[in-house]
């Protein structure tokens, strides 16, 4: 077989492992007054209580996630029909907005 195509092949494989696995694992769950503006752009995952949300248009949404450490504040694009109260679970990026930190959303599951 030729080098090159095996190369190619082997590549490919590998590529498609990592998309994989970048969907399947998720980061570890983190208390919210453990996160830091070190963190910035790095992906984190919470859990917490939904106490309050605003909505800007059907762009944008804040949630303000609270959990036994602290509060924060998480933006997300997609329109969601949360309940204040219920607990949820957050899985984004840190950003930092006005000297405080906050999470852009990538996933938000609903766990009641």
């Known amino acids: 077989m030729n080098l090159k195509l095996l190369t190619l092949i082997i590549s490919i494989i590998g590529i498609s492992l ?5 969907n399947i694992l998720e980061p570890k769950l ?3 007054s ?12 919470i859990q917490g209580q939904l106490i309050n949300q605003k909505s800007f248009s ?3 949404n804040i949630l303000e996630i609270k959990d036994s450490t ?3 504040q998480v933006l997300t694009n997609k329109n969601l029909q949360l309940k204040t109260n219920s607990t949820i679970q957050v899985i984004g990026k840190i950003s930092e907005y006005k000297s405080r930190i906050q999470i852009t959303a990538d996933k938000i599951k609903i766990l009641s």
């Open 18 to 22: 990592l998309l994989i696995l970048s």
């Open 70 to 72: 602290g509060t924060i």
């Open 30 to 32: 983190s208390k919210i």
């Open 58 to 60: 059907n762009t944008l």
């Open 34 to 45: 453990d996160l830091n503006t070190k963190q910035t752009y790095e992906q984190v995952k």
